[in-house]
């Protein structure tokens, strides 16, 4: 067997990852980051504070507004860039405004420098390994920035994979050439913010292909691709629902749960905070009663309070009893999302969880833990 079709294999062995266990798929989720227009000083704190973290960090400009409609479709052209020392993946335009994409592999991971017209709109770095995929993550994996007017996004392909199209709600189709970059394989490209991608195909290199519908989080976030499927298979279709909400320390709160063919993506949003993410893991269901505060970061980016802390309950769990490390305690109803369902509570300065028990629709106790179980 050549080299090659070795590649392909294990592209191929990566389509169907088995169930994980709770705990494991959550903490594994992809973190989305959802980019909006911030004011200058909270632009500044979360600039210095994604770069700390080693997160993408974001310098919003002003943009012209893009004239969208249903009768107006702005052409977009993405052609491979050279690599090499330029470090350009692709370039291209839309409509009659150049952009570019290059990354560099500095900042001990990888770094994206991205441009509409003369806006500098995806420019971070990342930690090391989130800009090229692992064994469970498919054939593609995807980062990148908003500015509410573009969308630029670049990321690895895998060994094996020729060419990856992407299909946007526009019904314009993007064909990407992976460029070869210090060891690693790239794609990127730029599209308007109102235009999202609705499906992505990688084909490989012995002429099979895999297709993803990706999760588009609100806010004009970057497309997350978790659930790669071979050409015919049946695909679960969307469910969308708020699995808490609420109001802590003087500020609304809520999480919503988006299930469909991309996997499980949980989104939260807090009142005041412009830069609210999203957690999402591919195939296995929350069936079992958990809790994972590690959510809570990806939910809820930088030092902003309320936190957010998302747990997951068994069919039979109505209710959870929340105990707090200042000895106070609060009830959480476990409300249902698809065949899944959440207990959501936000907590405010200097609180943290301690325990937790979980009751059935009979008040009988069916589950307990604590923070770091």
């Keep these: 067997m050549t080299d090659l079709r070795e590649e392909l294999d294990a592209v191929l062995r990566t389509v169907h990852p088995g169930e994980a266990p709770v705990g494991a798929a959550m903490r594994q989720g992809r973190r989305l980051r959802l980019r909006r227009r911030a004011a200058a000083a909270a632009g500044a704190a979360a600039v210095a504070i994604a770069v700390a973290a080693g997160y993408p960090a974001l310098s919003p400009k002003s943009a012209a507004p893009i004239p969208m409609g249903p009768s107006r479709i702005m052409k977009i052209s993405v052609t491979p860039g050279p690599g090499g020392p330029s470090g350009v993946i692709a370039l291209g335009t839309i409509g009659g405004t150049r952009w570019s994409v290059s990354i560099s592999d500095s900042y001990a991971g990888g770094c994206i420098s991205g441009t509409v017209g003369a806006e500098d709109i995806a420019t971070g770095c990342y930690q090391s390994g989130t800009l090229f995929p692992v064994v469970s993550e498919g054939p593609l994996i995807l980062q990148g920035s908003s500015n509410g007017d573009y969308v630029v996004a670049a990321g ?218």
């Excluded at 200042?326 to 943290?352: C, D, H, I, M, Y």
Aim: glycine share 14%; hydrophobic share 40%.
């Design 156 to 373: 690895g392909v895998a060994a094996g994979v020729r060419y990856v199209v992407l299909t946007l709600t526009d019904g314009q189709q993007l064909k990407l050439i992976p460029v070869a970059l210090g060891g690693h394989r790239y794609i990127a490209f730029a599209t308007p913010a109102a235009v999202q991608v609705t499906k992505g195909t990688a084909y490989l290199g012995n002429g099979q292909e895999l297709t993803a519908i990706p999760f588009d989080p609100p806010g004009f976030g970057i497309p997350w691709f978790g659930r790669w499927t071979s050409p015919g298979q049946r695909e679960p279709q969307p469910v969308t629902a708020v699995v808490g909400s609420g109001r802590t320390d003087g500020k609304a709160w809520s999480v919503t749960a988006f299930i469909g063919p991309w996997g499980t993506c949980l989104q939260g949003n807090v009142a005041g905070n412009p830069n609210a993410g999203a957690a999402c893991w591919p195939s296995a269901q929350m069936t079992s009663t958990e809790l994972d505060t590690t959510l809570g970061d990806r939910l809820n980016y930088g030092p902003y309070r309320p936190l957010i802390v998302v747990g997951s309950a068994a069919s039979a769990v109505t209710e959870v009893k929340v105990t707090l490390t200042n000895g106070t305690s609060v009830r959480v109803p476990a409300r249902a999302a698809g065949r899944e369902k959440f207990w959501v509570l936000a907590l405010g300065p200097r609180q943290s969880v301690r325990g937790w028990t979980a009751y059935d629709a009979a008040g009988k106790q069916v589950a307990s833990g604590s923070a770091s179980s």
